[in-house]
């Protein structure tokens, strides 16, 4: 699939803890990116020495253009499940960069700018089911961010999961895209302004986005 939105380097950390799927959402993620809207991508991962509970992170860097160097160096985005993650990884973000948080897990942010969603609390209370946090996560991302489409990421959700919780899963994107939509309106518009908008204009998001603060 071409793709006409032009990055010429976007820098994404999933972070959380080991069981809230983090590396599932970067995988899911990182192909949906790659394989569904034709940028260049590359993947990494890192986690604690605990499967569930230690630190768990997935970097995912994309371009328009090959990629010179595969991690991070200053990030466009930092996605935070857990608070020990928005506190260890926040000070990784560029200026401008853009904080999203799971509001039931993270007390305090450190900054007054940021996107909040309950994603652990959806889905343990509108899904039923915690293991799909991930899932609401990806969906908020999806109307979050300006070059991600959602028939798109729904068609590698399909290719991606075990038919028998395709079902489960596709009630939590669509939760977690809905959500986002109704909560940051104006967000996708925000994100393209710093991606592609004029110089005047590029400087005004973060100080507008104050208003989104929860």
Not at 52 to 65: E, N
């Amino acid at each position: 699939m071409n793709n006409n939105n032009h990055l010429t380097r976007f820098e994404i950390r999933l972070s959380g803890l080991g069981g809230q799927g983090i590396l599932t959402l970067g995988k899911i993620m990182g192909q949906a990116l790659a394989l569904d809207h034709g940028y260049e991508v590359c993947q990494t991962q890192s986690y604690g020495p605990e499967a569930r509970g230690g630190a768990s992170r997935s970097d995912v860097v994309l371009s328009s253009d090959p990629i010179s160097y595969p991690k991070p160096v200053g990030l466009d985005l930092l996605v935070a499940l857990s608070q020990e993650a928005c506190n260890m990884y926040y000070n990784s973000l560029k200026m401008h960069g853009r904080l999203l948080i799971d509001s039931s897990l993270v007390d305090q942010s450190p900054s007054n700018i940021y996107w909040g969603l309950p994603f652990t609390q959806m889905a343990k209370e509108k899904i039923g089911v915690v293991q799909t946090t991930n899932v609401i996560t990806l969906g908020a991302l999806t109307h979050l961010l300006p070059f991600m489409n959602a028939q798109a990421v729904r068609r590698r959700l399909k290719a991606a999961l075990p038919a028998k919780i395709q079902e489960i899963n596709k009630k939590a994107y669509n939760l977690g895209l809905r959500v986002a939509r109704k909560q940051y309106p104006d967000a996708p518009a925000q994100m393209a302004d710093l991606l592609w908008g004029t110089e005047e204009n590029s400087a005004s998001p973060a100080s507008a986005a104050s208003n989104e603060s929860h």
